[in-house]
């Protein structure tokens, strides 16, 4: 059974930092990618960096040179450096995992979720 752990959220003054871990337990064959989403009260959850096969970084628009994604492969962990952080990267954050190769797609397993909320 593989299981994702976050922590690392918190309350931040806006232009504050903060960063994210996950960390992963059990055993994934192959893994596509892994990476951060967020989901706002009201709004739909959006993709916000992400890791995918070969070590591509891909951010949304709007945390580009602000957030910075990262991987350590020993520890099984990944990490979402935020800084200068805004009101609006007030969200849930959602780490996950997307099990699969260069020609099939496995499971997606996902974490609990972590508050972020950064005040004006």
């Known amino acids: 059974q593989v299981q994702l752990v976050e922590s690392g959220g918190g309350l931040v003054q806006d232009g504050g930092s903060l960063r994210l871990s996950c960390a992963a337990s059990g055993s994934i064959f192959s893994i596509s990618g892994t990476g951060w989403y967020r989901q706002a009260p009201g709004k739909q959850r959006e993709l916000v960096a992400q890791?995918?096969?070969?070590?591509?970084?891909n951010y949304d628009d709007s945390v580009k040179g602000r957030f910075t994604i990262s991987r350590d492969n020993a520890k099984n962990t990944v990490y979402l450096q935020m800084n200068s952080l805004k009101p609006e990267d007030t969200a849930v954050y959602y780490c996950y995992v997307q099990s699969g190769g260069s020609n099939w797609v496995g499971n997606t397993y996902w974490g609990q979720g972590t508050q972020v909320t950064v005040s004006s």
């Open positions: 890791i995918i096969r070969g070590g591509t970084t």
